[in-house]
């Protein structure tokens, strides 16, 4: 299975990215996707998740204020991040990752290699 992320770049403050994870092959044990962040030095954190049956989603606490929002499209075995209002802290290398979705867990499948995004003040 191979993740590729996708969409990243530079970005002014209040500016909005898309990014894209496209699978390919076939994920058995997979039943969601998500995104995670990191910057130097810390540790990779969790941003978003999406099931893949029901469209249900999870953000981080910290962005409930709805500025990111976590998408699919099965038929194409694609994912989004659409994110919206940046801000500078939000710079950070975005990985995808293929989930096994449990009650109340998860277990991360596959990871993808991750694609930057900067966000200049």
């Known amino acids: 299975v191979q993740l590729q992320a996708s969409g990243g770049g530079l970005v002014q403050a209040g500016g909005s990215v898309r990014l894209s994870c496209a699978a390919a092959?076939?994920?058995?044990?997979?039943?969601?996707m998500a995104w995670f962040r990191q910057t130097p030095g810390e540790e990779r954190e969790f941003v978003a998740a999406?099931?893949?049956?029901?469209?249900?989603?999870?953000y981080a606490d910290s962005l409930l204020k709805g500025r990111f929002t976590i998408s699919r499209d099965n038929a194409e075995n694609t994912v989004y991040l659409q994110m919206n209002s940046l801000k500078p802290e939000d710079t950070a290398v975005y990985y995808c990752?293929?989930?096994?979705?449990?009650?109340?867990?998860?277990?991360?499948?596959?990871w993808g290699q991750g694609t930057q995004v900067t966000v200049s003040s």
């Open positions: 999406i099931s893949l049956s029901e469209s249900k989603t999870w």
């Open positions: 092959g076939r994920t058995f044990s997979s039943n969601g």
């Open positions: 990752a293929a989930l096994k979705i449990g009650s109340g867990s998860y277990q991360i499948d596959y």
